[in-house]
């Protein structure tokens, strides 16, 4: 678990550098975080900024072919290692610690792909953005010293709010809404660890939050998991950024082609 | 791992790894078919599935750097990859059909990526068989007979689970902790009937040991088995892993599919 950990914290050092890569969408965001991050520029949200930058970090690598863990997928690479590292580095919390946490997010995972997926194709966004979410909740509650109830209870609420989740990758690619997904589910573990650590009541059960999630995952429409047939997918941005990006249009460039030939 | 997606990347990658095992690492034309229902007609391409797989198809892990160009290095090889679709009614939505062939074979296997990079191969040539990838495999193709070759597994000192198959093609596959020892190999290859045997190297990083039993498969199975207040990350496979013990969440070990 140490040998992940570091080349989850190698992925974030190297993307912090600035990252490039052709036929990808976004550019290096993270660096500019970074630079708005230590001139004041942003709303101070505490340990959240230095998890937001690493998620993104995180988010920068893999589209960028860097070497990545997919925890649980590639596509949800960044919210738990995100969350565990950057709270850890933000408080200054040792290292043995977060490999420890990261065993705890282990164990969420163990118990959704018990009675779930991790697979988007089979169950949308909720199956990996979502379980990144639980999984980062529980992780977080170990990194902070709560106990095995807190943990799970953390897991509970974060997973419930996840519930629906759609995928639909703009530009056919995995990295629009993907980098705002992986944020969100930090961000939903961040705050559903603070309120399992202050006694927050989940009411529904872990067992039975990860059952139900997988009968609401396998509701959503065909269109609507991974297949670029629906949600943001086909909007006409979307398609003139994959036309742009086909053509052979880099990082950046989609945004300067004439959009009059864009499907609608 | 590398690339975009666990499911369509590192998941084909390993698929590939495993087609080119059985093909004795020897491949020149590749079909590969997806149904219309599933995700991969429309994203094989911009979520690396095609990356993914041509890079298992000449043996790459998941995270070589080569994956990046994947193309160049398919041409030299001399492989030809090829992708239509159809309605062939996959059940699941990443499922891979591939017929792979060279001068003096051919084979069928269809694969499905069950998420976060997990795999399983579900039927070759024909047979409704179950390799995961997290056990060393050892196909043994025979024509007629199996009963030399059972004669020999059983006089073998090493622990072997089998499971054998008539559809079409009559093949054998062992499933081990460690590779068959050679002397065993050697034995079954002069034994007559038997037309190939092939080794399945194991694609995931952890293995699943012969011998297991799952702990607990919810919290409330857990909690109710030790009682004990620990830490959640104590409960962590991981963790039991360090004691000598790991799970995952299906077992291949001595389990033939009907």
């Not at chain 1, 988007?120 to 979502?130: D, I, L, N």
């Not at chain 1, 927050?200 to 429409?221: A, C, L, N, Q, R």
């Not at chain 2, 995931?204 to 109710?224: A, G, M, Q």
């Amino acid at each position: 678990m140490s040998e992940l950990v570091n080349i989850m914290k190698s992925g974030i050092r190297t993307a912090l550098k600035g990252t490039r890569h052709p036929s990808r969408i976004l550019g290096p965001q993270s660096v500019d975080f970074l630079k708005n991050l230590q001139s004041g520029n942003l709303a101070d949200l505490g340990v959240l900024n230095t998890v937001i930058l690493y998620v993104t970090a995180l988010m920068e690598a893999k589209s960028a072919m860097e070497i990545i863990v997919a925890a649980p997928t590639a596509g949800s690479c960044g919210a738990l290692p995100g969350t565990v590292i950057g709270t850890a580095d933000a408080l200054d919390i040792a290292e043995s610690r977060v490999v420890r946490a990261m065993m705890a997010g282990g164990v969420l995972g163990v118990l959704i792909i018990h009675n779930g997926t991790f697979s988007a194709e089979v169950a949308g966004c909720q199956a990996e953005c979502g379980s990144g979410s639980g999984m980062a909740a529980a992780a977080l509650v170990d990194l902070l010293g709560g106990t095995a109830d807190q943990a799970l209870a953390a897991a509970s609420l974060a997973l419930q709010n996840i519930f629906g989740m759609v995928c639909d990758p703009v530009a056919n690619r995995v990295e629009v809404p993907c980098l705002g997904k992986n944020i969100m589910a930090a961000s939903n573990a961040l705050t559903c660890a603070n309120m399992a650590l202050s006694g927050f009541d989940p009411v529904i059960p872990i067992d039975e939050v990860i059952v139900t999630m997988d009968k609401v995952g396998k509701s959503i429409p065909h269109e609507l998991r991974c297949t670029a047939l629906g949600g943001l997918s086909i909007t006409r941005t979307s398609k003139l950024i994959e036309r742009a990006l086909d053509q052979g249009a880099t990082e950046g460039e989609w945004k300067q082609m004439p959009d009059n030939k864009a499907e609608e | 791992m590398r690339g975009p997606s666990s499911s369509h990347s590192a998941a084909a990658a390993r698929i590939g790894r495993i087609a080119r095992a059985i093909m004795g690492g020897k491949i020149d034309h590749v079909l590969v078919e997806f149904d219309n229902s599933g995700s991969l007609p429309t994203t094989h391409l911009s979520h690396g599935s095609d990356m993914g797989l041509c890079a298992g198809l000449l043996g790459f892990e998941p995270s070589d750097p080569r994956l990046m160009r994947y193309e160049d290095e398919l041409a030299r090889a001399g492989v030809k990859v090829r992708y239509i679709t159809g309605d062939y009614g996959d059940q699941h939505p990443n499922t891979y059909r591939l017929t792979l062939e060279n001068k003096k074979e051919k084979h069928n296997i269809v694969a499905v990526s069950t998420g976060g990079g997990m795999i399983e191969i579900i039927s070759l040539d024909g047979n409704r068989v179950s390799i995961q990838g997290d056990i060393h495999e050892t196909l043994v193709f025979f024509e007629k007979d199996e009963q030399p070759i059972l004669a020999a597994i059983k006089n073998a000192e090493s622990d072997i689970d089998w499971c054998i198959y008539h559809q079409a093609i009559s093949f054998i596959i062992l499933k081990t902790s460690q590779p068959v020892e050679d002397g065993l190999i050697r034995k079954l290859s002069s034994l007559p009937g038997v037309t190939r045997i092939r080794y399945i190297a194991p694609v995931l990083p952890i293995l699943t040991p012969r011998s297991l039993k799952v702990p607990f498969e919810s919290y409330s199975s857990y909690w109710s088995s030790t009682g004990n207040v620990i830490g959640v990350w104590g409960i962590s496979p991981l963790s039991m892993r360090v004691n000598g013990e790991t799970f995952q969440k299906r077992l291949s070990v001595a389990r033939c599919p009907n």
